[in-house]
């Protein structure tokens, strides 16, 4: 089981040494300024801000007398990041005091043992595709009966997401993390049981349960980077999860086609093949549910950063669930995203299901081709994945390289799409990568875009949403893009997934970027943060109290807040 939090090495963050649990924030007021009423008192003290404290006399007469103002949608999103209690007390030490923030090497091996499962789970997600023409053979169905093995992961999405999502946020990781391992690890073993021609139901039954546990699995990497990763790395950490997922579609590219070979002429040298791919993904599966089961934990002792730290200093009573569903679709910028990232991630994944359909339409008998095409595509974009966490832990321009990537995405499709004729396989390859390099490379960036404008909401639920829009999209462009690959030519498809990409573009660029996680973590690290009750701040560029939070780093350094209560 999971080792106790006292048994784990912890690494405390630079510049934050250990006080009871707290840090002393860098600022130049001297501790004389700093008044207080006993706890016991209604009111907690603040730090003087321009030499008036919130107890002086100087302070505006009623300032903290007034009724409360009720708050703006987007101010109650703001406040929820600080206690609400202004007596709440707080360990006594000289300065203003922010949580102790530290890193945990079990971080490394969580982000492992997901990153594995989910590259099973995505394995078994497009296993049947990419060998479709053996398998219709094999069970004596269409090409559509086919498709919907992988279409069956879009749909399930859909209506599991939300009580997921829900579970995520309510019952935790762990028991998230042990649902999606332990369904992808059943489902394996049901299709174990379909290989005989006349069993076509069992293996869409197996396959039924893979894509349930893909809704606890797609989910989680934005949610893992944040509670488990320091800011300085969590963008890399989500996307090093989001690439064992882009690994499993790889080795679903790759494999198939090596394991089971189109012998349709020896059914049963057909059977042995399948039977050889299903055991072994079993196994894998099997492993890995044991190690979920062994290695994860709900959190790190110490939360890895001040945002996380807020947040989880918060009450549970305050958290609901429906409420932040409709801050959600209330937030513009991240209803922008939901549409954009829903397009770009539901060409990948029809582009992925019928790209057997594709290759074959112009290159006759090369379905071990076809595969490594789609693994080179894979590839590509995992590297592309890698570079582009690594960019936006270097500079955290979230909006500007996902718009870049989504031109060049689009780009990379208009080639594609334009070369699939020229009758050399190997200008494929490299058209491929291309693709694959901008057009996976985005499934990061847009987990995490869409964690910074929605933040303080859960991260579960944002990305849960996300992927939601993903497999509405992927269920409606395999659908079309399947039709006019054989009423017409994959040309005709691939145009109508470029004028949708295009679309993309267009709203991409219309979303505001609000980097309030960003804004957060700055803040607390460059010390540019005064303490004040909760309810009421003094602001000195008006020279008065006023009855709102507001956290803004782009006003003055005495109007970006956090509370405290001093003894």
């Not at 250990?18 to 730090?47: I, M, R, W």
């Not at 060998?131 to 992961?153: P, T």
């Not at 700055?522 to 602001?539: L, Q, R, W």
Request: with cysteine; proline share 6%.
């Amino acid at each position: 089981m999971a080792l106790p939090d006292d048994e784990e090495g912890t690494t405390v963050a630079n510049g934050h040494p250990p006080a009871n649990g707290y840090l002393p924030v860098p600022g130049d007021a001297p501790a004389g300024k700093v008044s207080a009423e006993t706890q016991n008192g209604p009111k907690a003290g603040c730090l003087a801000l321009n030499g008036v404290s919130r107890d002086s006399p100087k302070a505006p007469s009623g300032a903290l007398d007034r009724p409360k103002t009720p708050l703006a949608p987007e101010e109650e999103t703001q406040a929820r990041l600080l206690p609400k209690d202004p007596g709440e007390q707080t360990p006594a030490v000289e300065g203003t005091l922010v949580p102790r923030t530290a890193l945990s090497a079990r971080r490394f091996l969580l982000l492992l043992i997901f990153s594995l499962y989910s590259m099973v789970n995505a394995f078994q997600w497009i296993q049947y595709s990419i060998i479709s023409n053996v398998f219709e053979g094999f069970y004596n169905v269409s090409s559509l009966h086919i498709d919907w093995l992988s279409m069956v992961y879009m749909l399930a999405y859909v209506p599991l997401i939300f009580p997921a999502t829900w579970l995520l946020d309510t019952r935790g990781l762990r028991l998230t993390a042990l649902l999606g391992s332990g369904l992808n690890c059943l489902g394996a073993w049901i299709k174990c049981g379909s290989v005989q021609q006349h069993l076509f139901w069992v293996t869409m039954l197996g396959q039924c349960l893979c894509s349930v546990a893909q809704v606890f699995i797609l989910g989680l990497p934005s949610h893992i980077a944040s509670v488990w990763f320091g800011p300085k790395e969590v963008s890399t950490a989500c996307a090093t999860a989001v690439l064992g997922n882009q690994l499993g579609t790889a080795v679903g590219f790759l494999l198939p086609p090596v394991l089971v070979p189109n012998t349709q002429n020896n059914t049963q040298l057909l059977a042995c093949n399948i039977s050889t791919m299903f055991y072994g993904t079993s196994a894998v599966s099997t492993l890995l549910f044991i190690l979920t089961v062994i290695a994860f934990k709900e959190k790190p002792q110490y939360p890895p950063s001040q945002a996380q730290a807020v947040l989880q200093d918060s009450p549970p009573g305050e958290y609901s669930y429906g409420k932040s569903i409709r801050n959600l679709f209330k937030n513009i910028p991240f209803v922008l995203l939901l549409i954009t990232y829903g397009i770009m991630t539901g060409a990948f994944y029809s582009v992925s299901t019928l790209l057997n359909q594709i290759i074959l339409t112009y290159y006759k008998g090369e379905e071990v081709n076809a595969g490594r095409i789609g693994l080179t595509l894979v590839l590509a974009g995992m590297v592309g994945s890698i570079l582009c966490g690594l960019w936006l832990d270097y500079t955290k321009t979230y909006k500007h390289t996902t718009l870049t990537v989504y031109i060049l995405s689009f780009v990379g499709m208009v080639i594609f799409t334009f070369t699939l004729n020229l009758g050399h396989i190997i200008i494929v390859f490299v058209t491929g990568g291309l693709l694959g390099f901008f057009m996976t490379g985005y499934l990061p960036l847009g987990f995490e875009f869409a964690v910074e404008i929605t933040y303080p909401e859960s991260e579960g639920t944002s990305s849960g949403l996300l992927n939601a829009a993903a497999q509405i999209f992927g269920i409606l462009f395999t659908l079309a893009q399947g039709k006019l690959t054989s009423d017409y030519s994959p040309t005709g498809g691939n145009i109508f997934l470029c004028v949708w990409m295009f679309v993309g573009i267009i709203l991409t660029a219309l979303i505001k970027s609000d980097l309030k996680r960003h804004n957060i973590n700055k803040g607390i690290t460059n010390g540019d943060i005064k303490a004040v009750s909760s309810e009421y701040f003094y602001d000195y560029t008006i020279g008065k109290c006023v009855p709102r939070v507001s956290i803004n780093p782009s006003a003055p350094s005495a109007v970006f807040l956090i509370p405290v209560a001093l003894s």
